[in-house]
């Protein structure tokens, strides 16, 4: 779907980015805390997150994250909106939780990237079969 | 931020940051500046992803839990080598701090997205040749190489 639709689907306002409205996003990646986002995060995946901090944005250039979604109301600063206008990553703010804006994009076709951890519950004998 | 840029050899350069500690405006601009300068020397793009990631969780830990450091980046045709200096406290159980989930974060660092104990474990799974090497007391020395693979089949046809 296009960036314009997940913006209207999640009740959230394009901050950054309204040229590139027409941007495709169809893999997301949910995550607070960055390093799970650097292990976990394939090319050209939605970065959805509850933080707001220039290192967002850090992290998002390193890894070609084609848009955030910032969600639970987080409120960018100008610093970190220069930041993303100066990388071109367009920036959705939404009042809805993490689960909600995961679920709604979701139930409209988004999915998620292919990368699994390097570390692996099935080889692990603390969890039952 | 960047001390120095020197071009020792045709196909060899370096960049070498000071990394200041607990400076949260600039922190992470070492590792963005790396990516560009990569790019500008139109390195492979799976090797600046791998190096920036790099460059990036190791600059972050001499921010968060150091009194300062450098990061330093050799790039040559065969590989890119980085390493991260600081000037301590140091780690006294590297395999505790090597473990994924392993953190000391102060809360605040939450805030800003860190704290979820991979950033040693992402820089050794993006690494060919990781080290790491610590003295309490002195500092802390995590050496990782990053293989140009692409530019090494090339040279040996
Ligand atoms: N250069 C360093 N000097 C001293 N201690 C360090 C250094 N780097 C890491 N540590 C210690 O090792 C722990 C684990 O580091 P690691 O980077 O893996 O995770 P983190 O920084 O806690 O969280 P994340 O990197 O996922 O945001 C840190 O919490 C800290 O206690
Ligand atoms: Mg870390």
């Known amino acids: 779907m296009k960036l314009e639709e997940v913006a209207r689907v999640i009740d959230g306002k394009i901050l950054i980015g309204e040229e590139k409205k027409d941007l495709e996003i169809d893999k997301a990646y949910a995550a607070d805390l960055l390093s799970d986002v650097l292990a976990l995060t394939e090319e050209s ?8 901090s220039p290192q967002v944005i850090r992290v998002a250039e ?24 100066e990388a071109g990553i367009p920036i959705i703010a939404t009042n809805k939780t993490m689960f909600e804006t995961c679920g709604i994009l979701y139930s409209n076709g988004v999915r998620p990237c292919r990368n699994r951890p390097a570390t692996n519950i099935h080889d692990d004998s603390r969890y039952c079969e | 931020m960047m001390i120095q840029d020197t071009v020792s050899e045709t196909n060899k350069f370096r960049f070498v940051y000071l990394i ?23 390195i492979e793009p799976d090797v600046i992803r791998r190096v920036s990631i790099i460059c990036f969780e190791a600059e972050m830990n001499i921010v968060l839990y150091t009194k300062g450091g450098k990061l330093i980046v050799e790039v ?18 590297i395999e505790l701090v090597m473990t994924p989930g392993y953190s000391t974060a102060p809360e605040w660092a ?16 993006n690494s060919d040749v990781f080290e790491i090497e610590s003295e ?19 040279g040996n046809n």
Do not use: C
């Not at chain 1, 995946?45 to 707001?52: A, D, E, Q, R, S």
């Not at chain 2, 995590?142 to 090494?152: A, G, L, P």
């Open chain 1, 45 to 52: 995946t939605t970065l959805i997150t509850g933080t707001v």
């Open chain 1, 62 to 85: 390193i890894l070609n994250i084609p848009a955030i979604i910032f969600v639970r109301g987080k409120k960018p600063t100008q610093k970190i909106l220069d930041y993303a206008k």
């Open chain 2, 20 to 42: 200041k500690p607990r400076d949260f405006s600039n922190a992470g601009d070492a590792s963005a500046n790396v990516k560009a300068e990569l790019q500008k020397h139109g």
């Open chain 2, 76 to 93: 040559d045709d065969q590989k890119v080598d980085i390493l991260a200096l600081d000037k301590g406290p140091g780690i006294e159980d």
């Open chain 2, 110 to 125: 939450l805030e800003y997205g860190f704290g979820a104990g991979m950033g040693l474990p992402n820089i050794k799974n």
């Open chain 2, 136 to 154: 309490v007391g002195k500092g802390t020395i995590v050496h990782s190489i990053v293989y140009r693979r692409k530019n090494e089949i090339k």
